[in-house]
């Protein structure tokens, strides 16, 4: 197995024995298809992913259980918070006394997620959280939401399902070169007491068991995602922190320049895969 290297830490060797074979037995759906419209799960990957043959979404890897709940809108719990991103966008809140539908219409909106994270005039990197943001501080008068918050992830949720089975199709040259290198030293680099990078597990080991976990390739297209093991929709630098903290590590900010370039990366190692917010996860 390619994370064993000489002079591992204890934990590390702990997580090794708990990766068993790969993912035998496992038996999903066809494939993911709602309401008629089919989701590309499964994509040639791109040159400068060269470890990986083909670009998986998370949901392949899931439990046909988990799989099922996102297959019909009415079953998918996500969907309930997207009914409360949607009385958000439409409340009045701010000194300019304005909804976000006084200057939106939610089909503005179409293929926004998947050309984000991306570059703003400034040359700062933006997530879909930042213009959110942007528009409540600037245009409105309003506070701006938790990052992460559930206020938050409901109207990114509503946002994102406007793109809805669109290919994810960051940009990672020209401006955003920077950033996608930076994201990409990060996503190689090891972390944390069980001396783990992102790329060892996801890259290297999905399709094993990690415990009682199939182990995905870590992909963001289905963000934000609603997780069953906490019952809320989770934003993508939720789920990295998570990750760091499963290693042991002191995890980046949310929102933080590390985790928007760590963001910008992951999301271009997903081209081609489908936009599924809200997914289901466990
Ligand atoms: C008073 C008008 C106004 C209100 C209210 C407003 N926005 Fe905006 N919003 C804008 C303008 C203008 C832009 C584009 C210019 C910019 O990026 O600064 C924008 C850009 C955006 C973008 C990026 C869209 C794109 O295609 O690049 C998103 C997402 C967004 N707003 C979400 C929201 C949300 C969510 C709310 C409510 C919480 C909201 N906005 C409230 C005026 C508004
Ligand atoms: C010790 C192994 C391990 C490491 C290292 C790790 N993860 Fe994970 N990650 C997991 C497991 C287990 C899950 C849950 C099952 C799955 O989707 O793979 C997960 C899930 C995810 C998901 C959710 C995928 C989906 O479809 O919803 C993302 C995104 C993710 N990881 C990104 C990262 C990033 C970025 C890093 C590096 C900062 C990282 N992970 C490091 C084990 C790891």
Redesign the pocket.
């Known amino acids: 197995m390619e994370i064993q290297k000489p002079g591992m830490k204890v934990g590390a060797a702990a997580v090794i024995v708990l990766l068993a074979g790969a993912g035998a037995g496992f038996a999903g759906q066809p494939s993911l298809v709602i309401d008629g419209q089919t989701m590309i799960t499964k994509a040639k990957a791109p040159a400068y992913t060269p470890k990986l043959t083909s670009v998986q979404s998370g949901w392949v890897f899931r439990s046909k259980e988990t799989q099922a709940l996102q297959l019909d809108d009415f079953d998918n719990p996500g969907f309930v918070f997207v009914d409360k991103g949607r009385d ?2 439409n409340k009045v ?1 701010g000194s ?1 006394g ?7 219409e939610l089909k ?2 179409i293929g ?1 997620r998947t050309r984000l994270p991306r570059v ?1 005039k400034d040359g700062h990197l933006e997530t ?1 959280e930042d ?2 943001n ?3 501080t ?3 008068g ?1 506070k701006p ?1 938790k990052y992460s918050g559930s206020k938050m992830t409901a ?1 990114t949720a509503l ?1 994102s399902l406007q793109s809805r089975g669109m290919p994810m199709n960051v940009a990672v040259d020209g401006p955003a070169k920077p950033f996608w290198e930076k994201g990409k030293k990060l996503y190689y680099t090891r972390v944390g007491q069980l001396d783990l990078a992102c790329a060892n597990c996801h890259e290297d080991n999905y399709g094993k068991m990690i415990r009682a976990d199939h182990l995905s390739q870590g992909q963001i297209n289905g963000f934000p995602t609603y997780r069953l093991k906490n019952a809320k929709l989770n934003s993508v630098h939720a789920r990295f922190k998570g990750c760091m903290k499963n290693v042991r590590a002191k995890p980046y900010k949310q929102g933080s320049p590390e985790f928007k370039a760590l963001e910008l990366y992951v999301a271009s190692r997903g081209q081609g895969l489908s936009v599924e917010s809200p997914s289901v996860r466990n």
């Open positions: 958000l966008f809140e300019a304005k909804s976000c539908a006084s200057c939106h503005d909106f926004l703003n879909m213009l959110v942007k528009s409540r600037k245009y409105m309003a939401w109207v946002i």
